[in-house]
């Protein structure tokens, strides 16, 4: 079964930077593609930025295109977004997902 564990999250003020890390169990985030995905309430979910096995194709939401950017340390198992300029609209609830499945989640708040 795979096994997702997102961190990173936190409280940031308007402007700032924090990176998210998703660490997968038993390679899976080396073998698969790896998307960033963010819950806030009452929005629907959206896919932020997306990253394939091989790291040639990488896709981001328009909403963050230019502040975000997603990348893999495949010796660490972990696949990062690392994330600038950071806006109060980027306040969510932010999982990786693989092959469908997802890990607990990591709140990112933005806010003065």
């Known amino acids: 079964q795979v096994q997702l564990v997102e961190s990173g999250g936190g409280l940031v003020q308007p402007g700032g930077s924090l990176r998210l890390s998703c660490v997968g169990s038993g390679s899976i985030v080396n073998r698969y593609a790896t998307a960033w995905y963010r819950q806030a309430p009452g929005k629907q979910r959206e896919m932020v930025a997306f990253i394939s096995p091989s790291s040639d194709m990488i896709n981001y939401a328009d909403s963050v295109k230019g502040r975000f950017t997603i990348s893999r340390d495949s010796a660490k198992n972990t696949v990062y977004l690392q994330m600038n300029s950071l806006k109060p609209e980027d306040t969510a609830v932010y999982y990786c997902?693989?092959?469908?499945?997802r890990g607990q989640g990591t709140q990112v708040t933005v806010s003065s």
């Open positions: 997902n693989v092959q469908g499945q």
